[in-house]
């Protein structure tokens, strides 16, 4: 049997595993333990797993990824995440559909202290999704907009699954997070504007709630300096040079710690469970990697992603035919896992290929930033695609007497918003290295 065929193999069984509903990160380290001892027996195997964990953990650039997840649990236990909310809804909640709109800019605001697209969803739901239901819009609508815009905790920088792509493809964090800027500045827009259109031909779907006076508008504006501050010092301190990522990780930490302990949600356990749940995710993380990781080597001791690469790029197949099979291969997994699985699993794939393929003259490094953020933007869509879709599963947990088909049926709008703005950045790259010119 050749390489390829062990490799279809393995992968087949890998997905037999998922769908037995083993977790992705055990479902990887078994499949990839299983194809590394057919290929190479079992003390080589061992061997490998002696050095293989501490070579993974110890990657110093990985310590990014802890610091954002506290950085954003101290930020739902500081209250950020309703003065956001409230924020956007003193503003623009009196237009019909405003407080749906102004939950999607507090996602985006949320998202730019956290990284988080579960987090960013299960924090915005437990604040916005009262308040809509009380204002009486749609369930359908209500729900379907809280988790789509979730999803803009990962593309709206600081971005965990951004850390690990640069560190799967050896680019430049800061780079990558001031190139996923705009792109998600324009999703967010796109989501507003999805919200519009629907108020605008089912009224009754997004009712206008009444226009506050300006005092209290700015008084609900002032209550967001917190996060306009520590978004600007981390994002503005590591695109300046001033901070690396790491760093600006850990003083924004201490930041939204200290925001937290002066709006008292530090109290009790507060801070314990802020401890317990950044211990929880990153746990999780590093096991979808170590699992990835041990898969990703059998596949090289396959040479499959070698010939993968070398087949596609002989069959003469057009980039933008190349490009649209991997988009759709992306679309197809997010039906079944999670966003940073997926990227663990294909980069080592997809990434020689799209190097190795033109793509509007684009050089390397560029080349490589431009792939990172469309891979993003398409993974951030499987969080909200039946039949898996974390997003909604978490919003369908808050709003038990809304079907799940009702809330997916409310997302189809957003997913048409998310498929124009991956062609947006297809066809017109300088899209997402704007910021980057700046």
Known sequence: MTGVEQGAVIGVLMLALLALRVHIGIAMLAAGSIGYVWVSGLGPLLKYLQSA???????????????????????????????????GNALIGHWRGGMAMAAISACAGFGAICGSSLATAATMGQVALPELRRQRYSPRLATAAIAAGGTLGILIPPSVPLVI??????????????????PGIIAAVGYMVVIGIIARVSPEQAPAGAPLPWSQRLR??????????????????????????????????????????RSGGLKGRGFLECLYGTAAATGMIFLIMLGADILNVFLALTMLPKELAAWVTGLGIPPLGILATIILIYLVLGCI???????????????????????????????AIWFGILALMVVEIGLITPPVGMNVFIISSMARDVPMIETFKGIVPFLVSDLLRVLLIVFVPSVARVALKL
């Open 53 to 87: 964990v501490y070579a993974r953990y110890s990657v110093y650039d990985l310590s990014v990824v802890p610091l954002f997840l506290l950085m954003g649990q101290f930020a739902t236990h500081g209250g950020l995440s309703r003065a956001l909310f409230q924020a």
């Open 165 to 182: 792509y640069a560190i799967l493809t050896e680019q430049n964090i800061a780079k990558l997070f001031m190139a996923a800027f705009v």
């Open 220 to 261: 609900a504006l002032v209550e967001v300096w917190p996060v306009v501050l520590i978004f600007l010092v981390v994002i503005g301190g590591i695109y300046g040079g001033i901070f690396t990522p790491t760093e600006a990780a850990s003083i924004g930490a201490l930041a939204t710690a200290f925001v937290a302990w």
């Open 337 to 367: 896992m999670d966003s940073l699985s997926m990227l663990l699993l294909t980069i080592p794939i997809f990434f020689p290929i799209i190097m190795g393929t033109d793509f509007w003259g684009l050089a390397d490094d560029p080349k």
